[in-house]
């Protein structure tokens, strides 16, 4: 519990109403890659409009990439990268939500290296080769609050011919320079992604609190963002211009950030990362949702780190919380606070046969983070995690 190792060099603008400061800070280039997603929430709501502006005030050029979609893949990474360089950009600027977060990661790295996204992934068919030059500068401007990637390293990509889903990343020069954390930009998300959003950063910090490498630090950081998920997305989620409820729950994602860093998540999210590999129509918040009581109830029923689960329970709303089982509790009520209890796998096209499939695709690709699990969590657990949780 008292060793962890800690480096994050992101310059971090946190607060609402910060991206008017974007311009008075210190660029990384002079020509920016803006990459937003192929959807048109940052030109409708005007947040692209505002970064704009903000570059032009900063005397910075910029080429907008429209290219990311939800669960991002390797095609739009290297269409996105290969417009990075025809372009002349010399650094990116990444404004959008988790998938835009995730894809500047691997798109900072391809604008820069040679060959093709999955020759530098590790796990799976990926290569697993190291960079072999220095990836472009990454400024992140979130505008929803979910991944803490807005922080750290990593990404999230899918590979769509082999039904991959692979955390790329790990680099200390994929660590963005400067991030924007302004939580007036995510007032327009609709409640339904709010809650995805909010409980993707949830699980990634009770991920943490199970995990065998879990610190004083990292259990600090972790408590109090679950802390404020469970007591403010409610609200967020209920009324999206609760400006207060959305400051809070991004405090929490951003933290996540750094949680993630100083301790591995676990095999809850390997899990999930295959079921959107197969299907990547489902949202990785939604697929985290419905598998996440039966995942904690695997190690609750071991009692494999009950203090733990008492912990989180009691920082949720439970405050007398003294069985690990009161951590369900405390995890239902908050989903049905969020409207969110009823998700089914089946609505999203999963098939009850595919169980053992996605629990070897999760070993296959991400078998990393079961290392994290605080007991042996074998395929045939993991299927069975899964046809529990099956609707």
Same mark, same amino acid.
């Given at each position: ?27 990384p ?11 048109? !929430? ?6 692209l ?19 990311i ?28 939500g ?20 999955w020759?530098y992934?590790c796990?799976?068919?990926?290569k697993?080769?190291p960079?072999? @030059?220095k ?25 769509? @011919? ?35 959003q ?12 199970m995990?065998?490498?879990?610190n ?17 997305? &409610?609200?967020?989620v209920e ?13 929490? !994602? ?10 591995s998540?676990?095999? @809850? ?5 295959? $079921? ?6 489902? &949202? ?5 949702? $419905?598998? !996440? ?14 203090? @733990? ?6 920082? $949720?709303?439970? &405050? ?43 070993r296959?690709? $991400? ?6 699990? &605080? ?12 046809e529990?949780?099956?609707?």
């Amino acid at each position: 519990m008292l060793r962890f190792d800690f480096n994050n060099p992101t310059h971090l603008l946190f607060g609402s109403g910060r991206l008017n400061d974007l311009h008075a800070q210190p660029m990384p280039g002079k020509k920016a890659l803006l990459l937003i997603s192929t959807g048109k !929430s940052t030109r409708e709501t005007g947040s692209l409009a505002r970064v704009e502006e903000q570059l032009s005030l900063a005397g910075v050029a910029y080429a907008v990439c429209p290219r990311i979609h939800e669960n991002p893949s390797r095609e739009c990474v290297m269409e996105a990268a290969a417009f990075a360089r025809e372009q002349g950009c010399d650094f990116i600027v990444a404004l959008g939500g988790g998938a835009v977060l995730d894809a500047s990661v691997a798109v900072a790295a391809m604008a820069a290296n040679p060959g093709d996204l999955w020759d530098y992934v590790c796990g799976g068919t990926g290569k697993g080769r190291p960079l072999a @030059q220095k990836p472009l500068p990454i400024v992140t401007i979130a505008t929803t609050s979910g991944t803490g990637s807005e922080i750290n390293s990593w990404g999230v990509i899918s590979n769509l @011919q082999t039904h991959e889903k692979i955390g790329f990343g790990g680099d200390p020069r994929l660590t963005p320079v400067l991030s924007v954390v302004d939580p007036e930009l995510m007032r327009t998300v609709p409640a339904r992604y709010t809650a995805y959003q909010g409980f993707d950063a949830l699980f990634h910090h009770t991920e943490v609190m199970m995990s065998k490498g879990c610190n004083i630090l990292s259990e600090t950081l972790a408590l109090s963002a679950i802390e404020n998920i469970a007591r403010y997305l &409610p609200r967020a989620v209920e009324n999206g211009n609760d400006l207060e409820a959305r400051e809070h729950v991004a405090y929490a !994602s951003t933290l996540a950030g750094m949680t993630m860093q100083l301790t591995s998540t676990t095999a @809850q999210h390997s899990m999930e990362h295959a $079921m959107s590999a197969y299907h990547p129509t489902l &949202p990785h918040g939604a697929g985290l949702i $419905m598998i !996440s009581v039966e995942f904690a109830r695997f190690f609750i029923e071991r009692h494999a780190c009950d203090g @733990q689960f008492i912990k989180m329970a009691r920082v $949720m709303g439970m &405050p007398g919380a003294n069985r690990a089982e009161d951590f369900l509790t405390a995890l239902a009520r908050l989903q049905e606070a969020c409207g969110v209890a009823d998700l089914k796998m089946s609505d999203y096209g999963i098939g009850r046969d595919e169980c053992m499939t996605l629990a070897v695709n999760a070993r296959e690709t $991400m078998g990393g983070l079961f290392l994290a699990n &605080p007991c042996e969590l074998n395929d045939a657990d993991c299927a069975g995690i899964f046809e529990k949780a099956y609707r």
